[in-house]
C-alpha cells in the first residue's frame, strides 16, 4: 500500500495579491528601520507600491473566480472586486496620515506596516470559504487595527479608543468564534461547501444546534460590521481613533465585514434562506433606525460619520436579505460607492481638523462655503450622497438596492429604506447648512490642542500648514468621483455584476 | 436635440461659474453670461413650439412623442435616458425657459453675494426642470425631479430672507418625503411590471404592462403624494409659507410659476397612464383634496397682510383648480388644467416681480398696509398690474377664464357637486385679488413710501411676461390644439371613455 503524499497544489498566480501584501509588510517594516529626514516618505511610498502593486494583481486575476487553498479560499470576482476597495481605502488613510499629527507618534515603519497587514487580513476575509479562513481573516484585519486606534500615544481618547475596540472586537471575536465551532458541530465539515449542503439537507430552524451556532456567527459579523444593536462601540471607537485610522475602519472594515458576510449568507447558508431572511430584516431595520436617530443631533462630525455609517450598513444589509443576484450585485455597488463618499467626507473632517482648534466639531465646517470652497464642495457632495440625492452615486447605489428589495420580495424594506433616508436627511442638511448658510468661524490657527502639540503639526508654517494639498486632493478627487458614478454608473455597475455572477452563476 | 435644450442652462450655470473676473464686477458679468444662456435656451424652446407637429387630424403618430432620444443609459438597472416632447410638456417647458430667463434677466440686473454660485445654481434648477418635463422614463423623470430640490435647498438657504435656513430645511424635509416615497414607488413599478425577467422604466412600456390594481393603488398614493407636495395642495402644504417669504424674487418668480406645475405635470404624464384603475379609485379624494385647496387657499389669501402670502396662498387655489381639472378625469377638464398651468405661471412670475418693486418703494416690506397710492404716479406699474390681476382673477377674455371655463366643465360632467362648489373658488378669486390691487396702488399714499414708476429694466423683464398674458388671452387655442391630441393619447382611453 503506497501512501503517496501530495503536496497541495498551490496556486501562486491566484494568491500573488495576498503574497505582495505580505511582502510589503516586510519591507516596509525594515524601512522604517532606516533613520533619516526621508524615512516617513519612504516608508509611506513602499506602503503605496505594495497597494498598488496588489492592486494590479487582483486586476490580473479578474475573472479567474478559481478555488484557493484546497478550498479554503477563493480568489472570485467577488473578493477581487472588493479588495479594490480595501486597497483604496488603504492608499486615502496612508496619504491621509502623511502629515497627521496623531499618527506620527508611531515608530515611522509600524503604523505602515500594521495598515498593510490589516490589509491582508482584509483580503484573506474576502476570499474565505472556509470557517477557519474566515476567522483568521477577521483576527488579522482586527488586531493591527485595536494598535492604530491607540496610536496617538499623547491623547487619552485615542487609548481608550483603542482599549475599547480591543475589548468589544475580542468580545465580537469570540462570539464569532463560539459561533463557528458549533456550525461545525451541527454540519461537521468547515468548509462553506458542504456546510451549505448540510443546511440545505436539513434546515436550520429544526437543528437547535446549527440556529445558535448561525445565530452567534451572525451577531459576531454584526459587531464588526457595526450592524445595529451591536453598533455600540462604533462612536467611541471612531471619535476617539486618529482620523485616518477611522476613515480607514469606516470603510475597509465595513466593506471586509460585508464580503464575509455576503459570502456567509448568500453561499453558505443560503439553502435555508428562508429561516433566516426575517431575523436579518430585523438587523436592518434596527440599524436603519438607531442609525439614522443617533446621528440626528450629533456635534462631532466622527460621531455623526459613525452613526450615518450604522444606518448605511443597515441599508446594504437589505441588499444581503434578498439573497438574489441583484442583491449581491447592489450591495458590491453600495459598496464601493460608501468607499468614495466616505473618504470625501473624512478628509474634509481631517483637513479642518489640522487649520482650525475646533477638532472634529461640526462648528469647524461652519462657512467653508465662502472661504474653503475646494473643501465645501466635496463635503456637500458627499452628505448629499449619502444622502441619496440624484446626480451622486449615492442615488444610484439606493435606487440599485431599492429594486433588489422589491425584486426579492421584501418590498416593505425597501420602504424601510427610503424613511430611512428622510430621517437621515435631518443630519446630512444640518452639515451642508453649517457649511453653506452660516457665517463662517474666524480662522484660527493655533497650535493644535486635540494633536498634544506635535512639532510636525504644522512642516510647512501656519498659513501654507491651513492647506494641506494632498488632504484637498483626496476629498475633490473623491468627491468628483460620486458625482462622475452617479452620471456614468456603469463600469461600477458591470464590476458588480461580475461579483454577482461569480457566486451565483 | 432635447439634451441640448437640457443641459444649455447647465453649461451656461458652469461658464458663468468659471467666467473671469473678480469681486463685483465678475458677479455682474457672471449674470450676463448666464443671461445670454438662458436667452438662447429660450430661443431653442421657440424653437420648439414653431417646430411641433401639432397633429391636426389626429392620425399623426401613435405616441405624440417628437424629438426623442433614447438611449439605454444604465442597462443593468433598466433605465433608459429616454426624452421626447409632446403636447403635455410642449408649453410646460416654453413657460420654464420663459420663467428662467425672466428671472434671470431680474438677477442679472441686481447685485449678489457670491453671484457665481447663484447663477451656477439657477442655472441647475433649469435643467433640471427641463429634464423633469422631457423625460419619457420613469427612473429619469425621478432623478431630475429630485434633482431640482438640490439648488433650490440652497438658492433659498443661501441668498433668502430672514429665516431662511429653517424655510429651506422645512422645504426640502417636505418635499424629499414626497420624493423618496416617489422613488420607491418608482421602482416598484419597474420591477413589477417587468415582463420576462426584463425591467424596463422607459413609461411607454409601463403603459404596456399596467401593473394589477391592488399595487396601482399603493404606488399611486405615493406619487399622488410627491406631486401633492410640490404643488402644494392642501394637507401639505406646510413648507409654503416659509418657504414663498423666504425665498429671494427670482427664485420664487420660478418657485411658483414653474416648480409647482411640475407636480400637476407629473399626474398627467405619470400618475392618470401609468395606474389608472387607482386613479379611478381615487378620484373622489383628489377631488375633495383639490377642492378643500382651493377654498383654504382663497380665505387665508383674503386674510393675509403680506402680499407675497396673498399670492403664495392665491397659489394654492389656482392648483386646486388644476388638480380639480385633471382629476375630472375628462379631456375638457385635463386641456384647461394644462391652459391654467401655463396662465398661472405666466401670472404668477410679473405678480412676484411687481410685489418685489413695490416691497422696494414700501421700504422692503411688502405687508399691504405700508403700501398704496401708486396708480396715479406710476402708471406703467399700475397698469402692468393691473392686467395680471384681471387675468389672475379669470376675467371672461382672459386666457384664465378660458381655462377656468373649461375646468369646470369637465368637472360638471363628471361631478357636478364638486362643480357648483369650485364655483365659489372663482368668486374668491376675484374678491382676493382685487383688494391686492387696491390696497397696493389706490388706498392713500403710506407714510415713508416712495412712489416713482418702474425703470427700464425692470420693464424689459415684466413687458414681454405682460405681452405673452395679453397674447393667450386673444388665441388660448394656441395651447388647446397642440395639447389636445396629446391629452387624448396621454390619458387612457378606459379613464376618459367608459365614464
Not at chain 2, 3 to 27: N, T, V, Y
Not at chain 2, 322 to 327: E, P, V
Request: hydrophobic share 55%; proline share 4%.
Amino acid at each position: 500500500m503506497t501512501a503517496a503524499l501530495h503536496a497541495p497544489h498551490i496556486d501562486y498566480a491566484g494568491l500573488s495579491p495576498l503574497l505582495a501584501l505580505s511582502g510589503g509588510v516586510c519591507v516596509t517594516l525594515l524601512l522604517g528601520l532606516a533613520r533619516g529626514p526621508g524615512t516617513r516618505m519612504l516608508v509611506t511610498a513602499s506602503a503605496l507600491l505594495t497597494l498598488a502593486a496588489a492592486t494590479t494583481l487582483a486586476a490580473w486575476q479578474f475573472g479567474e473566480n478559481k478555488s484557493l487553498v484546497e478550498g479554503a479560499l477563493r480568489a472570485d470576482d467577488l473578493a477581487l472586486s472588493l479588495d479594490f476597495v480595501f486597497y483604496a481605502a488603504a492608499a486615502c488613510a496612508l496619504i491621509l496620515s502623511l502629515r497627521d499629527p496623531g499618527t506620527s507618534h508611531a515608530s515611522l515603519g509600524d503604523y505602515s506596516a500594521l495598515l498593510l497587514t490589516s490589509v491582508t487580513g482584509m483580503t484573506v476575509l474576502a476570499g474565505a470559504t472556509n470557517l477557519v479562513t474566515l476567522f483568521l481573516g477577521i483576527e488579522l484585519l482586527s488586531i493591527p487595527l485595536y494598535v492604530m486606534c491607540a496610536v496617538d500615544l499623547h491623547r487619552r481618547t485615542s487609548l481608550e479608543s483603542g482599549l475599547k475596540y480591543l475589548v468589544i472586537g475580542s468580545v465580537g471575536s469570540a462570539t464569532l468564534l463560539y459561533g463557528l465551532a458549533f456550525i461545525y458541530g451541527a454540519t461537521g465539515s468547515t468548509d462553506f461547501g458542504p456546510i451549505a449542503h448540510a443546511v440545505g439537507r436539513s434546515g436550520i430552524a429544526h437543528d437547535p444546534l446549527l440556529l445558535t451556532g448561525i445565530a452567534l456567527a451572525a451577531a459576531g459579523l454584526a459587531f464588526k460590521a457595526s450592524v445595529a444593536p451591536f453598533h455600540q462601540w462604533t462612536p467611541d471607537v471612531y471619535q476617539g481613533a486618529p482620523t485616518p485610522v477611522t476613515a480607514f475602519m469606516a470603510v475597509a472594515t465595513k466593506a471586509a465585514a460585508f464580503a464575509i458576510i455576503l459570502r456567509f449568507f448568500d453561499v453558505a447558508i443560503h439553502p435555508a434562506k428562508g429561516d433566516w431572511d426575517v431575523a436579518l430584516a430585523a438587523l436592518a431595520v434596527a440599524s436603519i433606525a438607531i442609525g439614522n436617530i443617533g446621528a440626528i443631533g450629533q456635534d462631532s462630525m466622527k460621531r455623526l460619520l459613525a452613526y450615518s455609517g450604522v444606518a448605511q450598513a443597515g441599508y446594504m444589509l437589505a441588499g444581503v436579505v434578498v439573497g438574489t443576484s441583484l442583491g449581491l450585485k447592489s450591495v458590491v455597488f453600495y459598496l464601493f460607492v460608501y468607499l468614495l463618499m466616505n473618504v470625501a467626507a473624512f478628509a474634509v473632517v481631517i483637513a479642518r481638523e489640522r487649520e482650525t482648534v475646533l477638532g472634529d466639531d461640526i462648528e469647524a465646517v461652519r462657512g467653508i462655503g465662502a472661504s474653503r470652497p475646494a473643501l465645501a464642495w466635496p463635503l456637500t457632495i458627499s452628505m448629499l450622497a449619502l444622502a441619496g440625492f440624484p446626480g451622486t452615486a449615492g442615488f444610484i447605489g439606493k435606487f440599485f438596492l431599492i429594486e433588489a428589495t422589491v425584486q426579492g420580495d421584501f418590498t416593505w424594506l425597501g420602504v424601510v429604506i427610503v424613511i430611512g433616508s428622510m430621517l437621515s436627511l435631518a443630519y446630512y442638511l444640518r452639515v451642508v447648512a453649517a457649511v453653506w448658510m452660516q457665517p463662517g468661524a474666524e480662522p484660527v490657527r493655533a497650535t493644535p490642542v486635540m494633536a498634544g502639540g506635535s512639532a510636525e503639526a504644522s512642516p510647512t508654517g501656519p498659513r501654507a500648514g491651513g492647506v494641506q494639498l494632498e488632504v484637498v486632493a483626496i476629498a475633490v478627487i473623491a468627491a468628483a468621483a460620486v458625482v462622475a458614478f452617479g452620471i456614468i454608473p456603469s463600469p461600477l455597475l458591470d464590476v458588480a455584476s461580475d461579483a454577482a455572477r461569480a457566486v451565483f452563476g | 436635440m432635447l439634451s441640448i435644450l437640457i443641459f444649455l442652462p447647465l453649461a451656461g450655470g458652469i461658464a458663468a461659474a468659471l467666467w473671469p473676473g473678480s469681486g463685483e464686477h465678475g458677479g455682474r458679468r457672471a449674470g450676463y453670461v448666464s443671461l445670454l444662456f438662458a436667452m438662447t435656451t429660450l430661443g431653442f424652446a421657440i424653437g420648439l413650439i414653431l417646430d411641433f407637429d401639432a397633429g391636426f387630424g389626429g392620425i399623426s403618430n401613435v405616441t405624440g412623442l417628437q424629438h426623442v432620444t433614447d438611449v439605454n443609459w444604465i442597462p443593468q438597472l433598466g433605465i433608459h435616458y429616454k426624452i421626447g416632447v409632446d403636447g403635455l410638456s410642449l408649453f410646460m417647458i416654453a413657460l420654464t425657459t420663459l420663467l428662467w430667463a425672466g428671472a434671470t434677466a431680474w438677477s442679472s440686473f441686481r447685485e449678489w453675494p457670491k453671484a457665481r454660485n447663484y447663477y451656477l445654481m439657477l442655472a441647475l434648477g433649469e435643467t433640471a426642470v427641463l429634464g423633469a418635463f422631457c423625460a419619457q422614463d420613469l427612473a429619469l423623470f425621478v432623478l431630475f425631479f429630485d434633482l431640482m430640490l438640490v439648488p433650490f435647498y440652497f438658492l433659498i438657504g443661501i441668498w433668502g430672507g430672514e429665516r431662511r435656513v429653517e424655510a429651506t430645511t422645512k422645504f426640502v424635509i417636505y418635499t424629499l418625503v414626497g420624493s423618496f416615497l416617489m422613488l420607491a414607488g418608482a421602482v416598484a413599478t419597474g420591477i413589477l411590471s417587468a415582463h420576462g425577467g426584463h425591467v424596463s422604466f422607459v413609461l411607454s412600456d409601463l403603459r404596456a404592462h399596467p401593473l394589477s390594481k391592488g399595487t396601482q393603488e399603493w404606488i399611486f398614493l405615493f406619487f399622488a403624494a410627491a406631486f401633492l407636495v410640490k404643488m402644494p395642495a392642501f394637507p401639505l402644504h406646510g413648507w409654503l409659507p416659509d418657504a414663498y417669504r423666504a425665498a429671494p424674487t427670482p427664485v420664487l418668480v420660478v418657485l411658483s410659476g414653474v416648480l409647482s406645475k411640475v407636480g400637476a405635470y407629473g399626474f398627467l404624464r405619470i400618475a392618470l397612464p401609468i395606474y389608472p384603475d387607482a386613479a379611478v379609485q381615487f378620484q373622489e379624494l383628489l377631488l375633495v383634496i383639490a377642492l378643500v385647496s382651493i377654498l383654504y387657499g382663497s380665505v387665508m389669501a383674503f386674510s393675509q397682510n403680506s402680499a407675497t402670502l396673498v399670492v403664495a396662498y392665491s397659489s394654492i387655489a389656482q392648483l386646486g383648480f388644476i388638480t380639480l381639472g385633471i382629476f375630472s378625469l375628462r379631456p375638457e377638464g385635463a386641456q384647461g388644467a394644462i391652459l391654467q398651468m401655463v396662465n398661472h405661471g405666466l401670472v404668477v412670475a410679473p405678480l412676484f416681480f411687481i410685489i418685489a418693486l413695490l416691497a422696494a418703494r414700501a421700504g422692503g416690506t411688502d405687508d399691504l398696509r405700508r403700501m398704496g397710492g401708486l396708480a396715479f404716479r406710476a402708471p406703467v406699474l399700475a397698469a402692468l398690474f393691473l392686467i395680471v390681476a384681471l387675468a389672475t382673477l379669470a376675467m371672461p377674455g382672459s386666457a384664465n377664464f378660458a381655462a377656468e371655463f373649461l375646468i369646470l366643465n369637465g368637472v360638471l360632467k363628471a361631478k357636478i357637486v364638486y362643480a357648483i362648489v369650485a364655483g365659489a373658488g372663482v368668486v374668491f378669486a376675484a374678491v382676493y385679488m382685487i383688494r391686492l390691487f387696491q390696497r397696493s396702488m389706490h388706498n392713500p399714499l403710506a407714510r415713508g413710501a416712495e412712489s416713482r414708476d418702474m425703470t427700464l429694466t425692470d420693464g424689459v423683464v415684466l413687458v414681454p411676461v405682460v405681452l405673452v398674458i395679453l397674447a393667450l388671452a386673444l388665441y388660448p387655442q394656441f395651447v388647446l390644439h397642440r395639447s389636445q391630441n396629446a391629452i387624448n393619447t396621454s390619458l387612457p382611453r378606459e379613464i376618459l371613455i367608459i365614464r
